[in-house]
């Protein structure tokens, strides 16, 4: 009368992959027997029976059932070091039990796995994880640890921690917002972002960046508008060329775009693939086009409600019951280098997205049905994507 795991994942771990446990009894061959798992965080949330496979065990795969209770928190984009992951990450509790009757056709009892009647009670490492992605095809695990080291920057942006030029800093501009995640909390030493003029000179005194350390890992606030909120003054700011932020030994470099043209900013905020919030700007034409949809109803003209039905060529034979407008937008990234457009195919593939406007931030829904990888690596040098993306909450008519 017991149950025990003969595996489970390793933890931290993503919701995007197998997440996988194996669990064995001795009582499989008891009648009616199933194995029974419960998912908790707090209180349970749901429970799960399976019967025993032809080897006598149940697989169960939890990555998206702990997927379904994490809700992308959204207040970390203009962070100045005063939040943390909060809903961003989930803990769970999985416990395993099993339960079986006397004969074919008795009512069945639940036991805890560890030989009494009761709730499932055998569990394992506790379960924290975030919305990132383990491909399948990776050709090492299931599991981040399998694929991923513990204390790496969550970005796969290029060259901007080792750039040979100033051609390869992330661009940004001065009312960007933008945020760094490390995975782990082996950041050591004093988070500093140095500002640097055009000749190179440096702008005052290395300004220190609070980070926001929890049990998954770091988040770092690296964009003008962040450093503004950390101590950086608007003259500092407005007479920066560029900006590299220091994280212990490693730094990231930050190039300011002065090539407005006057057009809208368009900063992005996207979940990649390693489950963590970046951002892309893009200063281009915005084409904005809307769709109008009406639905009619057809009205008598003569007014069998009235006292009186006299002439009135006022009223509507044909009415309008719902209108429905949708804002469709397109834009098209600056050119783009191979790693670059490579790293921001991630946004049109993710499943959550923003957009900046002002200090506000609004959901989007990327609408781009397919795209085209830069893949001539011979004769396309450089590379722009067309994104074509709606409001998640599009506006009212009257």
């Not at 379904?68 to 809903?87: A, L």
């Not at 900063?267 to 892309?280: C, E, S, T, V």
């Not at 006022?314 to 429905?324: E, L, P, T, V, W």
Request: aromatic fraction near 12%; glycine fraction near 8%; charged fraction near 20%.
């Amino acid at each position: 009368m017991s149950v025990t795991i003969n595996l489970q994942p390793t933890y931290p771990n993503v919701t995007r992959t197998n997440l996988l446990y194996v669990v064995a009894s001795n009582e499989t061959q008891s009648s009616q027997f199933q194995y029974v798992m419960d998912v908790v965080s707090g209180s349970l949330l749901t429970r799960i029976k399976q019967y025993p496979n032809p080897a006598g065990v149940a697989v169960y795969d939890v990555g998206k059932i702990l997927g379904d209770y994490i809700d992308e928190r959204t207040d970390v984009f203009d962070i100045s070091g005063s939040t943390n992951y909060g809903s961003g990450k989930g803990t769970f509790t999985i416990n395993f039990g099993e339960e079986y009757g006397t004969s074919p056709s008795s009512s069945v009892t639940l036991y805890n796995g560890n030989g009494t009647a009761g709730e499932p009670a055998v569990t394992g490492t506790t379960s924290v994880v975030w919305e990132g992605i383990i491909e399948p095809n990776n050709g090492f695990g299931y599991n981040w640890d399998d694929v991923y080291s513990e204390n790496i920057f969550l970005t796969s942006y290029p060259n901007s921690q080792t750039p040979s030029t100033d051609f390869n800093y992330k661009k940004v501009a001065r009312e960007d917002y933008g945020i760094l995640s490390f995975k782990g909390d082996d950041v050591s030493g004093t988070i500093q972002v140095t500002l640097k003029t055009k000749a190179g000179g440096t702008i005052g005194s290395p300004i220190n960046v609070k980070a926001v350390v929890d049990s998954v890992g770091t988040i770092i606030p690296v964009g003008p508008q962040n450093l503004l909120l950390a101590g950086v003054t608007q003259p500092q700011l407005d007479a920066t060329e560029y900006y590299y932020v220091t994280i212990g030994s490693d730094s990231f470099y930050f190039l300011i775009d002065e090539a407005s043209c006057h057009y809208e900013r368009v900063n992005f905020f996207f979940l990649n693939k390693q489950g963590a919030w970046d951002f892309h700007g893009i200063t281009l034409p915005k084409r904005k086009s809307t769709e109008v949809t009406r639905q009619t109803i057809t009205k008598p003209f003569v007014d069998y409600s009235s006292l009186t039905s006299t002439y009135d060529n006022k009223r509507r034979g044909s009415d309008y019951y719902h209108i429905a407008l949708q804002d469709r937008f397109t834009i098209s990234t600056q050119y783009l280098t191979q790693d670059e457009a490579d790293w921001l195919s991630q946004m049109l593939e993710s499943s959550n997205v923003f957009i900046q406007e002002g200090d506000k931030f609004s959901p989007i829904m990327i609408t781009n049905s397919s795209y085209t990888h830069n893949t001539n690596k011979r004769t396309q040098k450089i590379f722009q994507y067309d994104i074509e993306y709606t409001f998640a909450n599009q506006r009212r008519v009257r």
